[in-house]
């Protein structure tokens, strides 16, 4: 295989080694679809209809796994890619890393993109929303912003130390994954910092609310990630009364989570 993507274990995609096929799966039914030769990295939306294809070359095309045709809905050429981190959201527009600190936004059936300024950085990560609504672009310099895809800024300025290598939002779109240098885990809207890991060399990662536990992947293989004190005051309290050989009293509540819980 060549580049792949990951949306859950039943829904996923990848370019074969000759380069000229992509093989997927969507909730764990699986198909084929041929591309131009060379086709070099993948993308597929979080609903897992849309998938996005294209090389080092400047070619790029959107397929729609529902329509039962091989035909792209989005067939651009000469497009001068700034960086392989595409993305799809699931409304089928595909953003693309633009040289010279621009996004270009196509629709289906478009054959003219939009244009999203982003400065002059260069894109290492970008992803949608699960509603398509937002799109969020991490940098090399550790920049991480939230647009809307018509370019409005929403959100807080959030920044890495070093290159975001992967950006995403969890499956309700209220909190924002990257990694790089470290996994952060942020309230994208506030800027709040739910939780955070050291690492180095990391590609990618994933976080699970309900459960408080990261996967990141990096150089140095796939790592589980928990966080004790990433839950609700609720939560926390239970741990501590978990912790502690007596009951807490009303006072010690009050201090842990606050006089009205």
């Given at each position: 295989t060549y580049y792949g993507a990951i949306v859950s274990d039943a829904t996923w995609a990848l370019v074969t080694a000759d380069q000229r096929t992509v093989e997927f799966s969507v909730d764990g039914k699986r198909g084929t679809l041929p591309v131009k030769a060379g086709s070099a990295f993948v993308k597929l939306s979080v609903n897992g209809r849309w998938l996005a294809v294209g090389d080092f070359e400047g070619h790029m095309s959107l397929f729609d796994l529902t329509a039962g045709?091989?035909?792209?809905?989005?067939?651009?050429?000469?497009?001068?890619?700034?960086?392989?981190?595409?993305?799809?959201?699931?409304?089928?527009?595909?953003?693309?890393?633009?040289?010279?600190?621009?996004i270009s936004l196509w629709t289906p059936g478009s054959s003219t993109p939009t244009s999203v300024g982003v400065g002059r950085s260069e894109v290492r990560s970008l992803a949608f929303s699960p509603d398509g609504t937002h799109l969020v672009f991490g940098t090399k310099d550790g920049g991480l912003r939230v647009l809307t895809p018509d370019g409005t800024p929403a959100g807080r300025l959030l920044h890495h130390s070093g290159s975001v290598e992967s950006v995403k939002f969890t499956a309700d779109g209220s909190l924002l994954v990257s990694a790089g240098d470290e996994v952060r885990v942020t309230n994208w809207r506030t800027g709040g910092l739910v939780a955070r890991w050291p690492g180095t060399e990391l590609l990618d990662a994933?976080?699970?609310?309900?459960?408080?536990?990261?996967?990141a992947v990096g150089m140095n293989g796939i790592t589980r990630l928990t966080c004790e004190t990433c839950g609700s005051p609720d939560d926390l309290l239970a741990l501590a009364e978990e912790r502690v050989t007596r009951q807490l009293t009303s006072d010690e509540r009050a201090a842990l989570v606050g006089p009205d819980s």
């Amino acid at each position: 295989t060549y580049y792949g993507a990951i949306v859950s274990d039943a829904t996923w995609a990848l370019v074969t080694a000759d380069q000229r096929t992509v093989e997927f799966s969507v909730d764990g039914k699986r198909g084929t679809l041929p591309v131009k030769a060379g086709s070099a990295f993948v993308k597929l939306s979080v609903n897992g209809r849309w998938l996005a294809v294209g090389d080092f070359e400047g070619h790029m095309s959107l397929f729609d796994l529902t329509a039962g045709s091989n035909a792209p809905v989005v067939s651009a050429s000469d497009v001068e890619l700034g960086s392989p981190f595409i993305a799809v959201s699931s409304a089928g527009v595909l953003a693309v890393p633009i040289i010279g600190g621009t996004i270009s936004l196509w629709t289906p059936g478009s054959s003219t993109p939009t244009s999203v300024g982003v400065g002059r950085s260069e894109v290492r990560s970008l992803a949608f929303s699960p509603d398509g609504t937002h799109l969020v672009f991490g940098t090399k310099d550790g920049g991480l912003r939230v647009l809307t895809p018509d370019g409005t800024p929403a959100g807080r300025l959030l920044h890495h130390s070093g290159s975001v290598e992967s950006v995403k939002f969890t499956a309700d779109g209220s909190l924002l994954v990257s990694a790089g240098d470290e996994v952060r885990v942020t309230n994208w809207r506030t800027g709040g910092l739910v939780a955070r890991w050291p690492g180095t060399e990391l590609l990618d990662a994933t976080y699970d609310p309900r459960t408080h536990v990261a996967i990141a992947v990096g150089m140095n293989g796939i790592t589980r990630l928990t966080c004790e004190t990433c839950g609700s005051p609720d939560d926390l309290l239970a741990l501590a009364e978990e912790r502690v050989t007596r009951q807490l009293t009303s006072d010690e509540r009050a201090a842990l989570v606050g006089p009205d819980s």
